[in-house]
């Protein structure tokens, strides 16, 4: 009698078990669905919109190969086409990259362009482009992307350093700032003082932007994005284990200097990449993986990871396309879009972790 009591008890608390988990699996699929969904609903727009205006018939003429010349071929694929698929990987690297920064740092508001990483990256690739321009040398796509890993790198080491001194955490949030300021205000004297109209265009590469995107460039930030994010994807363990603790991730095996490495040199080379690229771009990184947490309502690295890499790459078009199309045909640069949208994401987002701790 006891024996039937107690398995009635276990399957009762096994079916209400299973009765909580079923919301929350359906909110993720509902997410991920929903995600999906925006992307090819905001993939159409930004190719029908712009300065110049296509009809459906036109882009599927185009997309099966009925028309293969023209000056709306020429702008559909070789403008627009690579233009999506960069806001597309490089966003999905902001916010992959912004995950991985609040990991490490255990900072809501931790991100690449706050803690001045970004900062960093575009001030070297300035310095770089800036020499080997005033010699007639044009820069390669590795080269661009090494540049800015080393100047992210030394952002970086600087918070790094500051983190050994400095105990409280928004204090080092403050120092990464201050980096951030430094590096642009350093970038902005070389680029004012330029004097070939070459590189007098950087101020615009430094505001951000995915204009002027080739297939070539594409090519190379999928490899390097897309490789970037298998790997931390791979590490969905060791992370999550971190985020209990570094006492628990001892015990479960981790070692957590090695993670520590790895967790700065990943998100180092996703930032590095979308500056070398398209400049820097605020707020992605810092906001993407909070409303991915809002969303999904989990911090579980196996989801949060292809979680923020969906999410950041609908909200970066979602961006440019307002970018490029709300005072057509001048384009805003991206930041001022992601700044003005996104950062009172983060203000509603710090009054509501405020709220609970009260």
């Given at each position: 009698?006891e024996?039937e009591k107690?398995?009635?008890?276990?399957?009762?608390?096994?079916?209400?078990?299973?009765?909580?988990r079923e919301?929350?699996m359906?909110?993720?699929i509902?997410?991920?669905?929903?995600?999906?969904l925006?992307?090819?609903?905001l993939?159409?727009w930004?190719?029908g919109?712009?300065s110049?205006?296509?009809?459906f018939?036109?882009?599927?003429d185009?997309l099966t190969g009925?028309v293969?010349?023209?000056?709306?071929?020429?702008?559909?694929w070789n403008?627009?086409?690579?233009?999506?698929?960069?806001?597309?990987?490089l966003?999905?690297?902001?916010?992959?990259?912004?995950?991985l920064?609040?990991t490490?740092f255990g900072n809501?508001?931790?991100?690449?362009?706050?803690?001045g990483?970004?900062?960093?990256?575009?001030?070297?690739?300035?310095i770089?482009?800036?020499?080997l321009?005033?010699?007639g040398?044009?820069?390669s796509?590795?080269?661009?992307?090494a540049?800015?890993?080393?100047?992210a790198?030394?952002?970086?080491?600087?918070?790094?350093l500051?983190s050994?001194?400095?105990?409280?955490?928004?204090?080092?949030?403050?120092?990464?700032?201050?980096?951030?300021?430094?590096c642009s205000?350093v970038?902005?004297?070389?680029?004012?003082f330029?004097?070939?109209?070459?590189?007098?265009?950087?101020?615009?590469w430094?505001?951000?932007s995915?204009s002027?995107?080739?297939?070539?460039n594409?090519?190379?930030?999928a490899?390097?994005?897309?490789?970037?994010?298998?790997i931390t994807?791979?590490?969905?363990?060791?992370?999550?284990?971190?985020q209990?603790?570094?006492a628990?991730?001892?015990n479960?095996g981790?070692?957590?200097r090695?993670?520590r490495i790895?967790?700065?040199l990943?998100?180092?080379?996703?930032?590095?990449?979308?500056?070398?690229?398209?400049?820097?771009?605020?707020?992605?990184g810092?906001?993407?993986p909070?409303?991915?947490?809002?969303m999904?309502?989990?911090a579980?690295?196996?989801?949060?990871?292809p979680?923020?890499?969906?999410?950041?790459?609908?909200?970066?078009?979602?961006c440019?396309?307002?970018a490029?199309?709300?005072?057509a045909?001048?384009e805003?640069?991206?930041?001022s879009?992601?700044?003005?949208?996104?950062?009172p994401?983060?203000?509603?987002?710090m009054?509501?972790k405020g709220?609970?701790?009260r």
């Amino acid at each position: 009698m006891e024996q039937e009591k107690s398995k009635k008890n276990m399957e009762d608390g096994g079916t209400e078990k299973l009765m909580r988990r079923e919301p929350v699996m359906m909110r993720r699929i509902l997410f991920f669905s929903g995600m999906l969904l925006l992307l090819f609903g905001l993939v159409a727009w930004n190719v029908g919109s712009g300065s110049q205006s296509m009809s459906f018939r036109e882009i599927l003429d185009i997309l099966t190969g009925k028309v293969q010349e023209g000056a709306a071929f020429q702008i559909l694929w070789n403008i627009r086409f690579p233009r999506i698929c960069a806001a597309f990987f490089l966003g999905g690297a902001l916010a992959v990259s912004g995950f991985l920064l609040q990991t490490f740092f255990g900072n809501p508001i931790a991100g690449p362009y706050v803690l001045g990483i970004s900062s960093g990256a575009k001030l070297v690739v300035a310095i770089v482009m800036i020499m080997l321009l005033s010699k007639g040398v044009r820069i390669s796509s590795f080269g661009m992307m090494a540049a800015a890993f080393v100047g992210a790198m030394i952002a970086m080491g600087f918070v790094l350093l500051v983190s050994l001194r400095v105990q409280k955490m928004s204090l080092l949030i403050v120092c990464g700032i201050m980096i951030g300021y430094i590096c642009s205000a350093v970038t902005e004297l070389l680029v004012t003082f330029a004097d070939d109209s070459n590189i007098v265009n950087l101020h615009n590469w430094s505001m951000g932007s995915f204009s002027g995107m080739a297939w070539g460039n594409v090519k190379t930030m999928a490899w390097i994005v897309l490789l970037t994010c298998v790997i931390t994807f791979l590490l969905s363990k060791p992370i999550g284990a971190y985020q209990m603790g570094e006492a628990y991730a001892r015990n479960m095996g981790v070692n957590i200097r090695g993670l520590r490495i790895l967790l700065i040199l990943l998100s180092s080379i996703l930032s590095a990449c979308v500056t070398a690229f398209a400049g820097p771009i605020s707020f992605v990184g810092i906001a993407v993986p909070h409303l991915v947490k809002l969303m999904t309502k989990t911090a579980k690295p196996y989801l949060m990871i292809p979680g923020c890499f969906l999410c950041g790459a609908v909200v970066t078009l979602f961006c440019d396309g307002i970018a490029r199309t709300i005072f057509a045909p001048t384009e805003v640069s991206i930041s001022s879009v992601t700044a003005v949208l996104l950062a009172p994401v983060v203000i509603l987002m710090m009054i509501r972790k405020g709220e609970k701790r009260r």
